[in-house]
């Protein structure tokens, strides 16, 4: 029987090392992707229940904020990793242990294998379904609203037929308010508030510390979703086909439809990338720049800077969205839009007037993330993950941290020293000739 080894002090120093360098080479936890600064005010609330369990919850905040092709090298790099730990514990392992028949090898690292696939799945699914604690945003002027401009119920196609078919209205407003959000607009696939019998002052019902909902809906366009912001008429899509019925829509989504069209991603990008000056010129209000859903978070620097050049020129405004679907716990962006003080109590007519004055209507707060672009190699994504996590938590969650690792090493120190104090104090046996 090989005997037991103390745990070894090598991996906790080490994590206590990297979690300390990612201190001196910090990244601010909050961005405005048009200003590049963000007022000083502002910063991450964190639950204490987050905090509780840091590590888990910090993580899927990461990997929830990567953008598609960034999920593929995040699960390419999780093989390459694996295969990297097999292979070097293999070696290790050779030279300390008699060699084993080839069949116990095998068996055990089908073993190994299927308690890592069984680990890794539970992390996605239990990260995707629980609506855990979030982050929220916090130290808000008190004359601005905190507004997400996308999102959506078990209303939409997209939503109804999957695990978040219980995603209703209520829980909309449960998860927005849980991020901060003062106001959100419920925009579901084709769906206007009226044929959803979401009325404006149901949607609007809740106490004061709850997020007001706004009414709206997404228009699968041609080639294009376009967001309508407002208690919208019914959409007849035959009316719109082909680019000059997309157009028309862009024309009359205030005159005829009572609402404003707000660009969605990723279809303008795909699709319609080369006639933005178009889009805005037929009528278009406004375009999402940063959108927290995977295939639509893929826009480029240089691209941002794009759309946020033809926005300014035409006096259209940009936003960020969840573009929540009801999956997860994470909110990556938020929206601030200055509330007129005034005796109307209805909030989102209030917010469509300010969009209305065009481009410095919208702030927007994004976090820290890894991004498309970032300089991190795909087949690294996730030890940028980490990373990249790491440099935008600050000090609190640091030192969640750190007591997990170092808590995790104590427990297994203890752990052994027991075993160890059990097994000195059974008897000997002893020998006679």
């Known amino acids: ?19 300390l360098a990612a201190r001196l080479w910090p990244a601010a936890a909050l961005h405005d992707p048009v200003s590049g600064t963000v007022p000083p005010a502002l910063y991450l609330k964190i639950p204490w229940t987050y905090l509780i369990l840091a590590p888990l919850f910090s993580l899927w905040d990461g990997v929830s904020m990567l953008s598609m092709s960034r999920l593929i090298g995040f699960l390419t790099g999780l093989v390459l990793v694996y295969l990297a730990w097999r292979a070097i514990r293999a070696v290790r392992t050779r030279h300390t242990q008699q060699r084993e028949p080839i069949g116990r090898v095998l068996l055990r690292e089908l073993g190994v294998l299927v308690l890592s696939l069984v680990l890794f799945l539970s992390f996605l699914v239990i990260g995707a379904l629980w609506h855990r604690p979030m982050l929220s945003l916090a130290g808000t002027d008190f004359r601005e609203m905190v507004v997400d401009f996308h999102s959506h119920t078990k209303a939409s196609h997209d939503v109804k037929d999957t695990w978040m078919r219980g995603f209703d209205a209520e829980a909309n407003r449960r998860w927005h308010t849980r991020a901060g959000f003062d106001a959100a607009f419920i925009t579901d696939h084709n769906v206007n508030s ?39 008429l019914p959409v007849d899509r035959s009316r719109h086909r082909g680019l000059d019925g997309l157009l028309a829509l862009l024309g009359a989504s205030d005159s005829v439809y009572g609402a404003l069209s707000l660009a969605s991603l990723p279809e303008y990008r795909r699709n319609h990338w080369e006639r933005l000056d178009q889009l805005a010129s037929s009528g278009l ?23 946020i050049s033809v926005a300014r020129t035409h006096n259209s405004f940009v936003a960020g969205v969840s573009d929540s679907h009801g999956w997860g716990a994470t909110s990556m962006v938020w929206n601030l839009v200055n509330s007129v003080p005034e005796t109307s109590s209805d909030i989102c007519s209030m917010i469509l007037r300010q969009l209305r004055t065009g481009f410095g209507a919208v702030r ?70």
């Not at 209000?285 to 759309?307: C, H, Q």
């Open 1 to 19: 029987m090989t005997p037991r080894r103390p745990p070894r002090l090598a991996g906790p120093l080490i994590l206590t090392a990297l979690l």
């Open 194 to 232: 009226r044929q959803s019998h979401l009325a404006s002052r149901e949607l609007q019902a809740a106490s004061r510390s709850s997020t007001v909902l706004c009414p709206g809906t997404e228009v699968s366009a041609w080639k294009a979703h376009i967001v309508l912001l407002g208690d919208t």
């Open 285 to 307: 209000d406004g375009f999402e720049i940063v959108n927290a859903s995977p295939k639509a978070n893929e826009l480029t620097r240089p691209e941002i800077d794009t759309v």
């Open 364 to 433: 927007i707060i994004e976090r820290h993330r890894l991004r498309p672009d970032s300089w991190w190699p795909t087949c690294l994504t996730p030890v940028g993950v980490v990373w990249e996590t790491w440099r935008g938590m600050g000090w609190i969650l640091t030192l969640a941290w750190l007591l997990w690792i170092w808590g995790w090493f104590a427990a297994r120190a203890l752990r052994f020293a027991l075993g160890e104090s059990n097994v000195s104090s059974l008897p000997q046996s002893s020998h006679t000739g």
